[in-house]
Nanobody, 121 residues
Framework: QVQLVESGGGSVQAGGSLRLSCAASGYSYCMGWFRQAPGKEREGVASIYTNTASTLYAASVKGRFTISQDKAKNMLYLQMDSLKPEDTAMYYC?????????????????WGQGTQVTVSS
């Protein structure tokens, strides 16, 4: 069982930045960030394989968001720059014990409670 606690959400104007953090209680093979806006399906944003630090991004955030980790502290981060109103959503940290896919949220076994990000125009 891995417990995940997100922090760092908030309200920001378009073009601004936010940094989300996720504290994990233990090791996972793969970790990721997802988001869900009201009335929309959960969307994979970014993922990282913790052993290799290999990353993957959704096309909608590539070049603007950066996923990173601090393995010593069991921390996951999402640096979000050049934020747009369409980035407004609840953001979730997720962890997978094995292979993971941003396109298949069910590959992630553990989920945090989420942190709200609101971007105003």
């Amino acid at each position: 069982q891995v417990q995940l606690v997100e922090s760092g959400g908030g309200s920001v104007q378009a073009g601004g930045s936010l940094r989300l953090s996720c504290a994990a209680s233990g090791y996972s093979y793969c970790m990721g960030w997802f988001r869900q806006a009201p009335g929309k399906e959960r969307e994979g944003v970014a993922s990282i394989y913790t052993n290799t630090a290999s990353t993957l991004y959704a096309a909608s955030v590539k070049g603007r968001f950066t996923i990173s980790q601090d393995k010593a502290k069991n921390m996951l981060y999402l640096q979000m720059d050049s934020l747009k109103p369409e980035d407004t959503a609840m953001y979730y940290c997720a962890a997978a014990p094995f292979q993971c896919s941003l396109l298949v949220p069910s590959t992630y076994r553990y989920w945090g409670q989420g942190t709200q990000v609101t971007v105003s125009s």
